[in-house]
Nanobody
Framework: QVLLVESGGGLVQAGRSLRLSCAAS????????MGWFRQAPGKEREFVAA????????YYASSVKGRFTISRDNAKNAVYLQMSSLKPEDTAVYYC???????????????????WGQGTQVTVSS
């Protein structure tokens, strides 16, 4: 079992930056691919970014590519999402997720993820 706790959300003006963190429990975090997803009111949860178990491979949704950066620190059992040039349409609850397959690749499909955090709200004002 892996417990994920997101933090770092808040209210920010358009064009500014925000960094989300996801703290994970468990000794096997370093073997898990991780992802960030988001869900806006009235919309389905959507993929944002993913990173493989080692951090050597990343993947981004086209809507955030070039503005967001996913990274991880396996020594700290943490994954991060650096968000820059934020837009009002980035407003959503952001979730981190873990894929428990051993040393998995960065996955886009949310069905591939086994563990989810409770989410952190990001609100971007215009």
């Amino acid at each position: 079992q892996v417990l994920l706790v997101e933090s770092g959300g808040g209210l920010v003006q358009a064009g500014r930056s925000l960094r989300l963190s996801c703290a994970a429990s468990g000794r096997t975090f370093g073997n898990y691919a991780m992802g960030w997803f988001r869900q806006a009111p009235g919309k389905e949860r959507e993929f944002v970014a993913a990173i493989n178990w080692s951090g050597g491979s990343t993947y981004y949704a086209s809507s955030v590519k070039g503005r967001f950066t996913i990274s991880r620190d396996n020594a700290k059992n943490a994954v991060y999402l650096q968000m820059s040039s934020l837009k009002p349409e980035d407003t959503a609850v952001y979730y981190c997720a873990a894929d428990r397959r051993y040393r998995g690749i960065a996955e886009v499909n949310l069905d591939r993820y086994d563990y989810w955090g409770q989410g952190t709200q990001v609100t971007v004002s215009s």
